[in-house]
């Protein structure tokens, strides 16, 4: 049975890590796609879990291969997702999320139509950049410039299938996980499912 590829994006701060980290941790057979970036590793950061972690010359190589799913550009850095490494999850049956910007989702949406994205709302600005400060990674430039780019980024709410406030923690994780579910129960993927049980039923 083919999974369901889950696309999630957020302006930078709304909390979408720590959501879908929490919700692969208590979901089963639901998987996170670990991208590509030019990006410098951050303190705690391994490479292979939360990112494949590149140089520009590499990034180039397998963009020129078509080996990515979607790429994009974001605040200088160069992030994709390997159209393999999904294609492999997707076919074993696995649920896929990849946590991506609206760019790369964008691309997603072309090439994948059938892919479920949602989108992730911080509940203010001022609470959005209250985060982006207690994370403690980045500079005060850097969050000007994130704070600066939030209203494009929130602009692409409308193209999602989906949309999930992250006031409430606990709230937004049980809403991301209603949506993981209600795919998990459409027809199609539950006749694939339980197809045994179906024809027993009706034998």
Known sequence: MQGTLFVISAPSGAGKTSLVH???ESTPDLHVS??????????????????????????????NATAFLEH????GNWYGTSKQAVADQLQAGLDVILEIDWQGAEQIRRQAPEAVSIFILPPSREVLQQRLV???QDSD???QGRMAQATEQ???????????????????????????????????????RHADLINSLLS
């Open 134 to 136: 207690g994370r403690g």
């Open 141 to 143: 430039s850097v969050i």
């Open 22 to 24: 929490a919700l692969v």
């Open 154 to 192: 929130i602009s692409h709410h409308v193209e999602f299938d989906y949309l999930i406030i992250n006031d409430d923690f606990e709230v937004a994780l049980q809403e991301l996980r209603s949506v993981i579910t209600s795919q998990r129960l459409r027809h199609d993927k539950q006749v694939a």
């Open 72 to 75: 994009a550009e974001v605040f």
């Open 34 to 63: 670990v991208s590509h970036t030019t990006r410098a590793q951050r303190p705690g950061e391994e490479n292979g879990v939360n990112y494949h972690f590149v140089d520009k010359e590499t990034f180039t190589g397998m963009l």
